[in-house]
Nanobody
Framework: QVQLAESGGGLVQAGGSLRLSCTASGRTFSISGAGWFRQAPGKEREFVAATIWSGHITDYADSVNGRFTISRDVAKNMVYLQMNSVKPEDTAVYYC??????????????????WGHGTQVTVSS
């Protein structure tokens, strides 16, 4: 089992920056990928970004590509989401997630095994 805890959310002005952090614990040796999803009120959980844990493959949603960067520190069991040029439509609860199996279907929440409880990001205009 892997436990995940997000931090770094808060209120930020449009055009500003924010960095989210996720700390993984438990059976972290079994992690093959990490990602971020977000969910706004009344919306489905939406894919944001994903990365292979020990490789160089990343994937981004079109809505954040070029603005957000996912990264991880394997030695520290941490994953990050650097959010630049944020927009009001980025407002959501952001969830960190990991998987034991990278199968190429990582844009679906159903492909992920473990989830954090989320951190609120609010972007004001």
């Amino acid at each position: 089992q892997v436990q995940l805890a997000e931090s770094g959310g808060g209120l930020v002005q449009a055009g500003g920056s924010l960095r989210l952090s996720c700390t993984a614990s438990g059976r972290t040796f079994s992690i093959s990928g990490a990602g971020w999803f977000r969910q706004a009120p009344g919306k489905e959980r939406e894919f944001v970004a994903a990365t292979i844990w020990s490789g160089h493959i990343t994937d981004y949603a079109d809505s954040v590509n070029g603005r957000f960067t996912i990264s991880r520190d394997v030695a520290k069991n941490m994953v990050y989401l650097q959010m630049n040029s944020v927009k009001p439509e980025d407002t959501a609860v952001y969830y960190c997630t990991t998987t034991h199996l990278w199968d190429g279907r990582m844009r679906s929440p159903r492909s992920w095994d473990y989830w954090g409880h989320g951190t609120q990001v609010t972007v004001s205009s």
